[in-house]
């Protein structure tokens, strides 16, 4: 599995190993949106942040990850493939307190 640099602001802070665990299938590809781009989650395991990884199959781009807010990565799961929640017990917590709901 492949590395990828962690970025906090523009320092890099450490790598994750890639994963894609946020696409979905559009009908054609899998991706997070755009044909060629992929989203990951990821946790780092000493600070505990949460991590978006960015892939890209596009040539002379890399990819990247950045660290994330609780709130940001509550809401990518939410924008690219909800049912992720599951596998986030922290992230569902967060859902459930904070979503305003009947």
Known sequence: MSKVSVYDGEKIIGQVDY??????????NWTSGSTGLHLGITRLR????????????WQGEKDRAEVVTDEEALQA???NDPKELENWPELQKLYN??????
């Open 19 to 28: 994963n894609s665990c946020l696409d979905h299938w559009d009908g054609h």
């Open 46 to 57: 000493k600070s505990g942040k949460y991590v978006l990884i960015h892939g890209t199959q």
């Open 77 to 79: 799961i939410l924008d």
């Open 97 to 102: 307190d904070t979503m305003d709901s009947d």
